[in-house]
């Protein structure tokens, strides 16, 4: 485990003890799995990927460590590779937030067969998560990790009783109020959101007009938020 860096660390410590096999979607190395494994937190794992380079990638580092028997590489796309109820849980991560949401889109099994969801993206995290509720998944916890300077969001997901999310929470983030890192990514997301404003300033189609708009609307809420938590933050120190 402590050959991970930060952002597959934060991820493995999510991962259940009694798991008893992992998916590891897009695994590219199997990296993640094989520290898994050789920790004893999991008893077995799928390491799948799209391409046939990173499973081979995969493959070495299994042979490597003598986990062949335990760490099976799959080549497929997303969890198409997985029969229903296979799997205890699943990380997809080091993706955009369009190719998870693309993904789970394609496994309806998986909302009624109560698989644990680690999921990570690199970018538009936004999309995926206002589509998660929309689409029957519980969004049951959040976490952010920095690496090498970045700030990722990781979601622990499930199938489940949903509650639905405001604009200002797709973007900013939900059950993030306790994590030391919220403040920074609040004001990294304003000023995501203010440049796309700007970008719209000059705008006449009524569409981009309001979509600036609503720009402008999360930011404020944002600056509310991020208030709040430096207010809370001050007082817990």
């Known amino acids: 485990m402590e050959k991970l860096g930060p952002r597959l660390r934060a991820i493995a410590d999510l991962v259940p003890a009694d798991c ?75 993706m955009g937030g369009d190719t998870i949401v693309s993904i789970l889109s394609a496994a309806s099994w998986c909302r009624e067969r109560g698989l644990l969801l680690l999921l990570q993206p690199m970018s538009r995290a936004e999309v995926l998560r206002r589509w998660l509720p929309e689409n029957g998944f519980a969004l049951l916890a959040e976490k952010l990790v920095q690496d090498k300077g970045v700030l990722y969001p990781i979601f622990t997901v499930q199938g489940g009783e949903i509650t639905p999310i405001d604009a200002a929470a797709a973007w900013g983030g939900v059950l993030l109020e306790d994590d030391p890192l ?38 404020a809420e944002l600056e509310i938020r991020k208030g709040a938590w430096e207010r809370a933050n001050r007082a817990r120190n």
């Open 182 to 219: 919220w403040g920074l990514y609040l004001e990294e997301q304003i000023l995501r959101l203010r440049k796309a404003a700007a970008g719209l300033v000059r705008a006449r189609d009524p569409a981009l007009a309001a979509r600036r708009d609503e720009f402008l609307r999360v930011v």
């Open 20 to 94: 008893g096999l992992l998916a590891d979607v897009g695994t590219d190395h199997g990296y993640l799995p094989a520290a898994l494994l050789l920790a004893g937190r999991i008893r077995r794992a799928v390491a799948s990927d799209v391409g046939a380079m990173p499973l081979d990638r995969a493959r070495r580092t299994a042979a490597e460590l003598d986990l062949e028997e335990k760490m099976e590489l799959r080549l497929g796309d997303g969890l198409s590779v997985l029969r229903p109820g296979e799997a205890d849980a699943a990380v997809i991560a080091g």
